[in-house]
Structure formats: C-alpha cells, structure tokens
C-alpha cells in the first residue's frame, strides 16, 4: 500500500518539531558550528537529535566564553564530556581553553589527534594555532611545526589582518627554528607577515627574522640587509616575556643578537650567550651564538688599535 498520502504529515511533523532546525542544508553548510551540530535528522532520529542539540547549545556558550573568562570555559565543557566523552568538538574546545588558562599539556594531548585526523581538514584556522601554540609550551618542536604547517594553508582565513600578521610570524619562526623546512618556505611566509605589516608594530621582528634564516643559511650579506629594516631595538626588545607572538625558545635571542650587535654590542653578547643555553644551540640557529666570540675578538683588536 502506498504511502505517499502521509507524506506532508511527515513534513509537518519534522519541521514543527521544537529541536529540528528548518534552515536549507545550503546555510548549515556554512555554518562556523561543528559538523556533528548540523544537519536536518530523519523522523526516527529526533529523540537523539533533541540530546546532541541540547549538547550543541551548551558547546556554543562554552565557545562563547573561550577568549574572556577560559576558565569558565573549561568548567562549562569539562561538564560536557563527563556526559558525553566522545564529542570530539568538545574535547578540542577543552584543549583549546586549557591553553589558556596555563595548561599546555592538556591543551596539547586534546589538540594532538587533530594531526591524526590529517590537520588540513580542520576548518577553523585558530584550532590550528592553538595546537601550534600548546607544542611549543611543551617544547614539542616536531608537532608544533607540523601544526604550523598545516596552518599556512589556512591563516589568511584569520579574522583580522593582525592574527594574520602573528600567525605567519610563527608559522615562519617555527618551521625556521624546526630546521626541516626549506629556506624559500620559511622566506615566503615573512614576506605574507611584512605585506601586512606596514603600521602594526611587527615589521621589526619580521625583519629580524628573516636576518636570522638569511644568516643562519650563511647568506650575510642578506642577512645585514633584512637588518636595515630594524629600526627601533626597542620595540623589538619588547617582544621578549610577550605572549602576542609564540616563538620556539631561542629564537628571539638569535634575533636580538644580531639586530644589536652594532648599536649595543653588550645586549648582543648577552643574548647570544642566551641562544647557546637554549635548545636551539646545537642547531644552525644556534651556531650564530659564535658570533659572540667573534665580535668580542674584533672589539679587542680595535682597542689594542686604539692605544
């Protein structure tokens, strides 16, 4: 026997039900909510999707809370997975909020198997920070450039030009710092970080950084030419205990070291002797500490000169 005469009832009855959104498949597509939230259920499916529904509005007023109170965040979704262990999008937006509030390694071990999960299919480029982010707070210079890379693809999709601006920053010091990534790479993503930079209080550490990867490829000369372009050491100092941008340990002391070598000879020979207590020291990075003794050498020559 046919059926078809109940057809509208059915209609009527999904998209009056009090859980069931009617939007068109089209906008849920765009939709910044997770996946797993989205989507228009069969008849049969209601009661379960009256459950994740109620779960999908409780993850969004804990997304809502990430950036000013991520404490609060945290409790709110801790909450969730007690209830529902295997909702992955909470699991993230836990990591997410642990980095946050100081927990690195949570933030790291819940955002790790989104690598598993191959990162480029990760939408939210932020996600992809966070993880980046959470590696380098636990010294995990491996996971962090694979994060960072992942975030290459994604980071003009950043909201506004100065999380771009950070974010190809970091891609750049990480993949630089890692040693892994050929040098036009990590070149090409601080020239996205300098194109955007003008009037933003970053072209100094975008040119101190590619002085670095210049120098540290044996290119000084290229490396004393990105040099012309920091023109403030004390803007570039300030960087040092910032939390605006993540760099691996080390870096920022290869950077100072070479911005200040003849302007402040001393605060050059004191990062460098930073640099060479750092991870990075056994690294092409790190052999610019080096430099430290050479520069102390000519400084003698010229005084015995000088007499």
């Given amino acids: 026997m046919s059926l078809?005469?109940?057809?509208?009832?059915?209609?009527v009855m999904q998209t009056r039900s009090a859980e069931v959104s009617p939007r068109p498949v089209a906008?849920?597509?765009?939709s910044p909510r997770p996946a797993s939230c989205l989507g228009t259920p069969?008849?049969?499916?209601?009661?379960?999707?009256?459950?994740?529904g109620r779960r999908c509005r409780e993850l969004s007023r804990a997304q809502a809370l990430l950036v000013r109170a991520p404490d609060k965040a945290r409790e709110r979704v801790a909450a969730l997975l007690v209830q529902a262990p295997d909702f992955t999008e909470a699991r993230v937006l836990h990591g997410r909020a642990s980095l946050r509030t100081g927990d690195g390694a949570t933030?790291?071990?819940e955002l790790l198997p989104l690598l598993a999960d191959d990162a480029a299919s990760v939408a939210d480029p932020a996600v992809l920070l966070d993880g980046g982010r959470a590696a380098l707070?636990?010294?995990?210079?491996?996971?962090?450039?694979?994060?960072?890379?992942?975030?290459?693809?994604?980071?003009?999709l950043l909201p506004d030009r100065g999380q771009q601006i950070v974010a190809y920053l970091?891609?750049?010091?990480?993949l630089l710092a890692h040693g892994k990534a050929p040098i036009d790479d990590v070149l090409a993503y601080l020239r996205e970080a300098r194109r955007r930079a003008s009037g933003s209080g970053y072209t100094g550490l975008c040119a101190a950084l590619t002085a670095v990867a210049w120098t540290a490829a044996g290119r000084e000369a290229e490396g004393q030419g990105a040099l012309t372009e920091v023109t403030d050491l004390e803007a570039l100092e300030r960087f040092e205990g910032s939390k605006n941008v993540w760099l691996p340990d080390g870096l920022l002391h290869a950077a100072l070291g070479l911005a200040s070598e003849?302007?402040?000879p001393d605060l050059s020979l004191a990062h460098y002797h930073a640099l060479a207590k750092s991870p990075l020291a056994g690294t092409s990075i790190g052999k610019l500490a080096s430099r430290s003794r050479a520069h102390a050498a000519s400084g003698k020559a010229a005084r015995r000169d000088g007499r």
């Fill in 4 to 11: 078809a005469w109940a057809l509208p009832f059915l209609i």
């Fill in 27 to 30: 906008w849920a597509t765009q």
């Fill in 42 to 52: 069969g008849l049969w499916d209601l009661t379960r999707q009256a459950l994740l």
């Fill in 107 to 109: 933030a790291l071990t």
């Fill in 137 to 156: 707070s636990q010294k995990d210079l491996a996971n962090a450039a694979r994060f960072y890379r992942a975030l290459g693809l994604r980071a003009s």
């Fill in 170 to 174: 970091e891609i750049a010091g990480t």
């Fill in 262 to 264: 003849r302007e402040r």
